[in-house]
């Protein structure tokens, strides 16, 4: 059971388990504890020739790295400080009408938590589908609760405190085959985020489409709840080479919805701690906004905006949101 076995790397690296390849893998009822907490997380530098390094992978440790592994089930299993990403998957993935061999087609997270650890929750890295995390719990996470650039995500029923954002898309490609099977498609729904610690919300981004958010309450938030951007990256990024690939680069999201959630925007801590903070911000196109609270509780703060609509978004629909104190 996951209380009493325990797979403990605090001595250690890598990841607690790994898997490579092959057609169906179910990990369940493990507790994997690493060795470095949010405290204790490095801050990341440039070196001199330019290049952003993350001192994280120095010592890494995971709890469960995976490669293109057909499907995976991951059920009841609970991680806490772990230096990097806790839950990592990368591998092949559809280009267009070409099929790898093996690629990652079912990826579940289901019941599982992730406590005070350096680095991303969970992350999906190489465009893998049909991706789920499923009524787990994040509670302190150094970067993102979850950074998908995958197809087809599913975020539903799930808890994250003290946590960087649920980041959907942040492809930072320009590849073809993104115009045709694109990337980004995700349904973030009835999940609760609480505003203790990092308060990192929603934030779509990097080539996202075909993205619903809806249901979701946000508690006491001191930060932007729910973000839509339509910003890009040039296509060579100055911490690789020069010469890099024009590949590298980015598509603007669109096509989102934001539909029935409830966003509470009142800080219960000092005022010194209060964030300047949106409780929705669309810059992207073909977005609607609807039927939303955003509010805060007791007198009007000022360093909240509601919603926030700005350049160059085009085709936007906002109608019947609720917005207090604000």
């Known amino acids: 059971n996951a209380e ?6 605090s001595d250690g690296s890598g990841a607690c388990l790994s898997l490579s390849g092959g057609t169906e893998v179910t990990i369940r009822n493990f507790t994997m504890v690493g060795h470095t907490g949010l405290a204790e997380a ?14 994280n992978s120095l010592k890494g440790c995971s ?48 019941r599982c938590s992730v406590t005070d650890c350096a680095a991303n929750a969970f992350n999906n890295n190489d465009r893998g589908e ?42 930072s490609h320009r590849f073809e085959d993104l115009n045709e099977l694109g990337c980004g498609q995700a349904m973030v729904c009835d999940n609760v985020f609480e505003g ?30 729910i ?10 990024l100055p911490w690789f080479s020069p010469k890099a690939p024009l590949s590298w680069g980015s598509y603007p999201s669109r096509s989102v919805v934001i539909r029935g959630n409830i966003i509470d925007m009142t800080y219960p801590g000092t005022n010194a701690d209060a964030r300047v903070r949106t409780g929705i911000s669309v810059n992207a ?15 009007c703060d000022p360093r909240v905006t509601g919603i926030s609509l700005s350049e160059p978004a085009l085709h936007v629909n906002i109608h019947n949101n609720l917005i207090r104190n604000c």
């Not at 009493?4 to 790397?9: G, N, R």
């Not at 490095?42 to 001192?55: I, L």
């Not at 973000?227 to 060579?236: A, E, W």
């Open 227 to 236: 973000t839509v951007s339509s910003q890009t990256v040039r296509p060579s």
């Open 42 to 55: 490095p801050k990341s530098f440039t070196t001199s020739s330019g290049y952003g390094y993350w001192p």
């Open 4 to 9: 009493t076995t325990v797979l403990d790397i």
């Open 63 to 110: 709890a469960v790295v995976m490669s293109g592994t057909e499907r995976v089930l991951i059920e009841n299993v609970h991680a806490r400080r772990m230096a990097s990403e806790c839950f990592y998957a990368q591998g092949p993935v559809r280009e267009g009408q070409k099929e790898p061999a093996h690629y990652q087609k079912s990826l579940t997270y289901l």
């Open 130 to 171: 049909n991706t789920s995390i499923l009524y787990c719990r994040v509670d302190g996470a150094g970067w993102h609760a979850a950074e998908m650039p995958a197809r087809f995500l599913r975020v539903i029923g799930s808890y994250f405190r003290n946590t960087g954002a649920v980041t959907v898309g942040d492809m």
């Open 196 to 225: 203790i610690g990092r308060s990192g919300g929603v934030y779509v981004g990097h080539g996202s489409s075909q993205v619903v958010i809806s249901g979701n309450l946000f508690i006491n938030f001191n930060g932007s709840a």
């Open 285 to 299: 196109s073909e977005v609607t906004v609807a039927d939303n609270q955003v509010y805060v509780r007791g007198v």
